[in-house]
Nanobody, 114 residues
Framework: QVRLVESGGGSVQAGESLRLTCKISGIDFTVHAAGWYRQPPGRERELVATISRTYKTSYVDSVKGRFTISRDNAENTVYLQMNSLKPEDTGDYCC????????WGQGTQVTVSS
């Protein structure tokens, strides 16, 4: 059974930084891609960043240059470093993988105030 546990969210001021962590278990993480999604209040979930098993990364335009996704295969962990946070980054952040059985974690809340 795949398990994803996110942490690292919080309430910050605009311009500050947060680092999100997603701990993954139950799959061979080394052969899977992973991604971070967010769901802003009252809106649908959107893809924020992905990282392939070969460490290739991609980002939604709104976070390019501010967010960095990374992975540590030895720790089965995916990170999202978020710098220069803006109020529009507010949302519930969760991670997933491209494993067919991945599902979603419980998420971690990020609130950015102006």
């Amino acid at each position: 059974q795949v398990r994803l546990v996110e942490s690292g969210g919080g309430s910050v001021q605009a311009g500050e930084s947060l680092r999100l962590t997603c701990k993954i278990s139950g799959i061979d993480f080394t052969v899977h891609a992973a991604g971070w999604y967010r769901q802003p209040p009252g809106r649908e979930r959107e893809l924020v960043a992905t990282i392939s098993r070969t460490y290739k990364t991609s980002y939604v335009d709104s976070v390019k240059g501010r967010f960095t996704i990374s992975r540590d295969n030895a720790e089965n962990t995916v990170y999202l470093q978020m710098n220069s946070l803006k109020p529009e980054d507010t949302g519930d952040y969760c991670c997933t993988t491209n494993s067919p059985n991945s599902g979603w974690g419980q998420g971690t809340q990020v609130t950015v105030s102006s």
